[in-house]
C-alpha cells in the first residue's frame, strides 16, 4: 500500500471560523446612520459572489495552494441572488451606499447580469439610486462589457499588474495574454462603464520595472490607475516586507518622469491617495495598505460567497448571515442582528502592524481570511 499524500482541504463551510448571529429581542429598525467603536459609518457593502478563478496570480491565488485538487465551495453553499439580494437590500437600510462585486473572478459566475439587474433596482431610504460596481481580472471583459452595462453595472475596476506581456504572464501563472485584457478595457470604455480604474499591486523585484510603462500607457485613456502596496491578507502568498515597494517610492518614480499635484480625496473614507499630472493627462492613485494605514475612516464590509459577513480585509473570523436567512428569520430579524455587528466593531489591524518593526509580526495565531474568499 503506498502513503496517501493527498493534501488535507477544509471541510468548504467550515474553513474560517464564524459565529451565527444572535436576533435581539427588540428589534430596532435601521436608521443608516450605523457606527462602529471608532465612528466609522456603514457606506461600502462588497460582496464575492464567487471563490474560483481562471488567474493563479501569486500574491492572491498561488498555484502551489489552489491546484487542481483544491477544494472550492460547492454550489449549495453559495448565496443565491435572491439571497444576496435581500441582505443588499438589509445593508443598504443601514446606510450602505455603494454595492462591489468581487471574487475570485466575479465575471466566472453564471448570469452574473441578472443579480445586477436585481441590485440595481434597489434604492437609499432617501430615494438615490446606489452605486454599483465590479471589480474584474479582465480576462472576461470584452465579451461581457455590453450585457453588464445594460444590466445596469455603472464601472469596473480591473486589475493589471504589468504590460509586458512575458511579466503579466508569469504573474497571472496561467499563460493569459495581456493584450485580452486591454481589449477588455477598450470595451468597457466604449460602452460607458467608466470611469474604469486601473489596479496594479506592485510587488518588488516582480513587476515594479512596470510602474512608468503603465503610466505612459494609461496617460490621457480618462482611467484612473492606481498603484498598490503588496499586502499581507491571508496565509498563502507568503508575503515578506522587503517585497513591498512603499508607495511614496512610487511617486518618487513617477515625479521624475512627469511632474504630480497631490488632490483631495474624492468622498469620505476613500482608500487611495490621489495625485494629477500637472500636464492634464489625468490622474493616478497610490493605496498604501502596509505603510499608511487608512483604517481610522474604513467604512467598508465584505460578505463572502457563502454569506459570511467580515468586517475587516485582514479578519480571522466572520459572522453566519446566511444561517439567519436560511433559518426563516424576517428581513426586520436579521437587521436587527446585524446593527449590533457593526456597532461593535473596533478593526484596525494595519494600524496595529504599522505601529511594530516592519520584521515582527502581530503573533496573534489567527488563520486570517484569503484574498480570494473575502474579494479585495
Given amino acids: 500500500m503506498t502513503e496517501n499524500t493527498n493534501k488535507i482541504i477544509p471541510v468548504a463551510d467550515m474553513r474560517y471560523a464564524s459565529r451565527v448571529p444572535s436576533i435581539p429581542a427588540q428589534l430596532l429598525a435601521p436608521t443608516g446612520l450605523l457606527s462602529d467603536t471608532r465612528g466609522r459609518p456603514l457606506r461600502d457593502l462588497r460582496i464575492s459572489v464567487t471563490d474560483r478563478c481562471n488567474f493563479r496570480c501569486n500574491y492572491c491565488m498561488p498555484r502551489s495552494v489552489f491546484d487542481k485538487d483544491y477544494a472550492f465551495l460547492p454550489q449549495s453553499s453559495l448565496l443565491s441572488f435572491e439571497e444576496i439580494t435581500r441582505l443588499a437590500r438589509i445593508f443598504v437600510a443601514h446606510g450602505v451606499q455603494k454595492i462591489r462585486l468581487t471574487g475570485g473572478e466575479p465575471l466566472l459566475r453564471k448570469h452574473l447580469e441578472v443579480l445586477i439587474e436585481m ?191 467580515f468586517l475587516c480585509l485582514f479578519a480571522s473570523q466572520g459572522h453566519d448571515l446566511r444561517a439567519l436567512l436560511r433559518g426563516g428569520f424576517a428581513d426586520e430579524q436579521i437587521a436587527a442582528a446585524v446593527g449590533p455587528i457593526w456597532q461593535t466593531r473596533g478593526d484596525h489591524y494595519s494600524e496595529l502592524r504599522a505601529a511594530l518593526p516592519a520584521d515582527v509580526g502581530l503573533g496573534d495565531g489567527a488563520r486570517r481570511v484569503e484574498m480570494s474568499y473575502i474579494g479585495g
Avoid: H
Fill in 119 to 309: 441590485l440595481a433596482k434597489l434604492q437609499t431610504p432617501a430615494g438615490k439610486p446606489l452605486d454599483i460596481t465590479l471589480t474584474t481580472n479582465g480576462s472576461l471583459l470584452a465579451k461581457k462589457a455590453q450585457s453588464l452595462k445594460d444590466a445596469g453595472l455603472q464601472r469596473v475596476t480591473v486589475s493589471l499588474d504589468g504590460l509586458d506581456d512575458a511579466v503579466f504572464r508569469r504573474m497571472n501563472d496561467v499563460d493569459f495574454p495581456v493584450i485580452d485584457v486591454l481589449k477588455g478595457i477598450e470595451e468597457a470604455q466604449k460602452v460607458g462603464l467608466a470611469p474604469i480604474k486601473i489596479n496594479m499591486v506592485v510587488k518588488r523585484g516582480t513587476n515594479d520595472a512596470e510602474i512608468l510603462p503603465m503610466a505612459l500607457y494609461f496617460r490621457y485613456t480618462g482611467s484612473v490607475l492606481r498603484f498598490i502596496e503588496y499586502m499581507d491578507v491571508g496565509a498563502s502568498n507568503g508575503w515578506r516586507m522587503d517585497e513591498v515597494l512603499p508607495s511614496a517610492q512610487v511617486i518618487e518614480r513617477l515625479s521624475a518622469e512627469f511632474p504630480l499635484t497631490a488632490i483631495d480625496p474624492g468622498y469620505a473614507g476613500e482608500t487611495a491617495a490621489r495625485w494629477r499630472y500637472a500636464d492634464g493627462a489625468g490622474e493616478i492613485g497610490v493605496i498604501s495598505s502596509v505603510t499608511k494605514a487608512f483604517c481610522s475612516d474604513c467604512n467598508r464590509a465584505r460578505l463572502s460567497t457563502e454569506g459570511k459577513l
